[in-house]
């Protein structure tokens, strides 16, 4: 799946938000990814997968590819909202701790 138009709509987000948390706050990533739905409402969250062009099966492919790696399990995804919001919090994570992001936490 490809992550570009994401990537830039969050690292927007990102910027857009940061200043809200302190500068040192290790809990960002789920401050801003996980805390709250990112796109709430199941139309809502079709729309931005087609404005992003995802087919439900790529993400849900690229969620239980990540769930995979890294818990050894993978969830159910039954309806875009919970697929959306945890591309959103996969790619938001990769962000968040890429080097840019990372520097202004410290």
């Known amino acids: 799946?490809?992550?570009?138009?994401?990537?830039?709509?969050?690292?927007?987000?990102i910027e857009e938000n940061i200043n809200n948390y302190a500068s040192n706050d290790e809990d960002l990533h789920?401050?801003?990814?996980?805390?709250?739905?990112?796109?709430?409402?199941?139309?809502?969250?079709?729309?931005?997968l087609k404005e992003h062009?995802?087919?439900v099966f790529?993400?849900?492919?690229?969620?239980?590819?990540?769930?995979?790696?890294?818990?050894?399990?993978v969830k159910t995804y039954d309806n875009a909202e919970s697929l959306v919001n945890m591309i959103v919090y996969i790619v938001g994570g990769e962000l968040i701790y890429q080097e840019e992001y990372h520097k202004e936490l410290i």
């Open 58 to 73: 790529e993400g849900i492919e690229f969620v239980q590819e990540y769930e995979r790696e890294n818990f050894g399990t």
């Open 1 to 13: 799946m490809k992550t570009n138009t994401i990537k830039t709509e969050l690292k927007n987000y």
């Open 30 to 48: 789920f401050h801003l990814f996980n805390e709250g739905y990112y796109i709430i409402g199941y139309y809502n969250a079709e729309q931005w």
């Open 53 to 55: 062009n995802i087919s």
